[in-house]
């Protein structure tokens, strides 16, 4: 029996392999979670800096934003926004992480707090609750969609 199930495993090995190499890496649940969460920070950081070319690498073909409001953006136009972006300073903290995994992609929703200082040094604090979808391709992850709603 052990031989059978041995030679059972050994054929499986590369059906095993292939589909890990295809797919997502396996990881365990604390390193996707540092590196979904990473990656999120990241994208509030490129906000601030207006870091078109970071978006144009992680912003997937098909991605779709939508809005508090409803309405839609598409890839194209989120990109088109650089012209208009000014960089600004300020923090932008995570509260209330789920990441929730389905098989190659994820669905990672939270509690985003950005602080903007403005040229008089005002402060200006935003709240939203945005949940982000992505897809694990060619050997990265991709944003395929995203909807952000602003808290009173």
């Known amino acids: 029996m052990r031989i059978m199930f041995l030679g059972l495993a050994l054929a499986l090995l590369p059906a095993t392999a292939a589909a890990q190499a295809a797919g997502t890496p396996t990881r365990s649940p604390e390193q996707l979670h540092r590196e979904i969460v990473a ?9 601030f800096a207006c870091d078109y070319r970071f978006f144009a690498s992680v912003e997937a073909a098909e991605f779709i934003f939508t809005d508090g409001s409803g309405g839609l953006t598409t890839r194209a136009e989120d990109l088109a926004g650089e012209k208009d972006c000014r960089p600004s300073t300020g923090t932008y903290r995570l509260d209330e992480v789920r990441i929730i995994p389905a098989g190659d992609a994820v669905v990672f929703n939270a509690l985003a707090t950005t602080t903007r200082v403005k040229e008089g040094g005002e402060k200006v604090v935003r709240r939203q609750r945005f949940t982000d979808v992505l897809v694990w391709r060619n050997g990265r992850w991709q944003l395929v969609a995203g909807h952000s709603s602003r808290l009173p």
């Open 39 to 47: 990656l999120e920070e990241r994208i509030g950081q490129a906000n």
